[in-house]
């Protein structure tokens, strides 16, 4: 990991002015200033030495050496600390951290490098789009806990949450959400990097410096009472509420008008969501996230996840994503892909869990959407398809071109997907859809975070959660919120040619096909077996040519 930024000294009294066309840092030119406000203003930047848009943070310093200056000084630099620590694809990247200007007895104006995001915030698709779908809601705040769920594992807590600081990137056509600004960040443990922390400090005034955004805040934030990741899942359920409705349902209140309302956030949820169509289930979950005691609330944000998507996804409302999702009903040969030319002669046929005596035996599964009924019967889990095949390998491979048209192969419709962000949605049999995120390592040349769209995901004989992080090829189930599995997915990297430079070779069931190097320099596969797709993703190589269509 890399040297953390300097522990806060006294800001000087007066600000380093930026402006269009500076350099800063030896390498970051500014473009243009795209907002100002709190403790810091705003640039849209260039990186010079990579070319790549960035977004320069400066601290304004405002407040001088005011008990107010010296806190927001200390939370400008503890943000950058703490997006160092963090690397959930859904949090946003901090680049560089340094000072500007400085002299004898001070470090100058400290800045932040991060990645530039060019979708907008939250806020801003609210009031632009208006209300949004229940499942986009699902999605983005999913995408919310998942940041989080990293952070409250560190120690970190946002306590800042609302739609300002829910960023978006472009991602093709679809718009890849952020979580930012961690300036008012609480840090409650590790306690050997306390000097990088801000505190809340007193002002003069012997009052304590306000440290929430009042429409969004939780009411323990307005009583001045200790905060937790409960305090974060408060606030997220607030946005959610804002995200379907359109209203903010704690705005315009003084904070004492403000925190007698929270003790009403049930009927103010109902009031605010029944008229817009959103399930009684997902009501009552955001009544719960919403509740005015931090312990009556859930118990986490991956808890607040799960839940969100079993109410978008469970055919009756009142059904419920299970406390301790069991393990998936396969047990795996190998989490790892086995090689080209390995058969599976052998090994032992997939276990499962005995079902309940006092249970009706199982049905086949459906190809269909589910079906409310009065009681609910697991279908006979299937075994993973690339436990049953047999490869036979035999003969050369079958070279296959770039093409924007799917490429029958070994029972399978095969795609290829460019992707220079490493970031790509999928979509296997079943209806399940999966975002794969290409991630750097100092450990790895390539980390792959798989994120379950609709539905979870486990390695084969695993847990299911929200999403998992691959080190090395893996065979991947994909299960709803009832454990009940839909299909599986083998991730794969190729192996050379006998000529390395000139293709890589790839097994697909019984057959093999090759891809040119030249075409595709990083391709993974990700397979979903016989009768679904198969998609070749990759970073760097060829654009992908159109089909160019004829009329007869």
């Known amino acids: 990991m890399g040297t953390a930024p300097k522990p806060p000294k006294p800001p000087p009294l007066d600000a380093v002015k930026v402006g269009v066309g500076d350099m800063v840092l030896g390498?970051?030119?500014?473009?243009?200033?795209?907002?100002?406000?709190?403790?810091?203003?705003?640039?849209?930047?260039?990186?010079?030495?990579?070319?790549?848009?960035?977004?320069?943070?400066?601290?304004?310093?405002?407040?001088?050496?005011?008990?107010?200056?010296r806190t927001s000084y200390e939370h400008f630099v503890q943000e950058a600390f703490a997006l160092s620590r963090l690397t959930h694809p859904n949090t946003l990247r901090i680049y560089?951290?340094?000072?500007?200007?400085?002299?004898?007895?001070?470090?100058?104006?400290?800045?932040?490098?991060?990645?530039f995001m060019n979708g907008g915030t939250l806020s801003n698709v609210v009031r632009e789009q208006g209300v949004q779908s229940i499942s986009e809601t699902a999605r983005i705040i999913g995408a919310m806990c998942a940041a989080l769920s990293e952070a409250h594992a560190l120690g970190i807590v946002h306590r800042d949450i609302k739609p300002q600081n829910i960023l978006f990137g472009s991602v093709g056509l679809s718009k890849l959400p952020k979580l930012a600004d961690f300036g008012i960040a609480k840090w409650s443990a590790d306690?050997?990097?306390?000097?990088?922390?801000?505190?809340?400090?007193?002002?003069?005034?012997?009052?304590?410096?306000?440290?929430?955004?009042?429409?969004?805040?939780?009411?323990?934030?307005?009583?001045?009472?200790?905060?937790?990741?409960?305090?974060?899942i408060y606030s997220l359920a607030v946005v959610a509420v804002y995200m379907m409705s359109g209203k903010a349902v704690f705005a315009d209140e003084d904070v004492y008008a403000g925190y007698k309302k929270r003790r009403?956030?049930?009927?103010?949820?109902?009031?605010?969501?029944?008229?817009?169509?959103?399930?009684?289930?997902?009501?009552e979950l955001l009544s719960k996230a919403l509740a005015f005691d931090p312990k009556e609330r859930l118990s986490d944000v991956d808890e607040l996840a799960r839940a969100l998507l079993?109410?978008?996804?469970?055919?009756?409302?009142?059904?419920?994503?299970?406390?301790?999702?069991?393990?998936?009903?396969?047990?795996?040969?190998?989490?790892?892909?086995?090689?080209?030319?390995?058969?599976?002669?052998?090994?032992?046929e997939p276990q499962y869990p005995p079902r309940p005596s006092n249970t009706p035996p199982p049905t086949a599964m459906s190809s269909g959407p589910p079906r409310a009924t009065s009681g609910w019967t697991p279908p006979t889990p299937r075994p993973p398809w690339m436990n049953t095949a047999t490869p036979t390998h035999a003969g050369a491979p079958q070279r296959i071109a770039l093409s924007d048209l799917p490429q029958p192969v070994a029972e399978r419709r095969i795609h290829f997907l460019h992707s220079p962000t490493g970031v790509a949605d999928l979509v296997g049999g079943q209806g399940s859809k999966v975002r794969i995120t290409y991630l750097s390592s100092p450990t790895h040349a390539r980390l792959i975070h798989i994120k379950g769209l609709s539905c979870f995901i486990a390695h084969v004989g695993g847990r299911p959660s929200p999403a998992v992080t691959l080190e090395q090829p893996s065979d991947i189930a994909l299960v709803t919120p009832r454990a009940q599995e839909i299909g599986h997915l083998r991730?794969?990297?190729?192996?050379?040619?006998?000529?390395?430079?000139?293709?890589?070779?790839?097994?697909?069931?019984?057959?093999?096909?090759?891809?040119?190097?030249?075409d595709c320099t990083d391709p993974i596969l990700f397979d979903f077996g016989p009768g679904s797709d198969a998609y070749f993703v990759y970073t760097r190589g060829r654009t992908i040519p159109k089909t160019v269509h004829r009329r007869r």
């Open 27 to 69: 390498r970051y030119r500014v473009v243009e200033q795209i907002a100002s406000g709190g403790h810091s203003v705003v640039f849209r930047g260039t990186d010079e030495r990579l070319s790549r848009p960035v977004c320069i943070k400066v601290f304004s310093g405002l407040g001088g050496q005011s008990g107010v200056g």
């Open 96 to 115: 560089d951290f340094g000072h500007l200007g400085g002299g004898t007895g001070n470090e100058g104006m400290p800045l932040q490098v991060c990645e």
């Open 191 to 232: 306690e050997s990097e306390q000097e990088n922390r801000a505190e809340d400090t007193a002002i003069v005034a012997g009052q304590k410096l306000a440290m929430y955004s009042p429409s969004w805040a939780a009411p323990e934030q307005l009583a001045g009472q200790p905060v937790s990741a409960a305090t974060d």
């Open 264 to 283: 009403h956030a049930d009927t103010l949820v109902r009031e605010a969501l029944t008229p817009h169509g959103v399930p009684k289930q997902m009501i």
């Open 310 to 348: 079993a109410s978008i996804t469970e055919p009756k409302p009142s059904a419920r994503v299970p406390e301790d999702l069991p393990l998936t009903p396969t047990t795996p040969v190998s989490a790892i892909t086995p090689p080209s030319g390995t058969t599976t002669e052998g090994v032992a």
């Open 491 to 518: 991730v794969t990297t190729g192996v050379p040619d006998a000529n390395p430079t000139t293709a890589l070779i790839f097994p697909i069931g019984a057959d093999r096909v090759a891809v040119a190097v030249e």
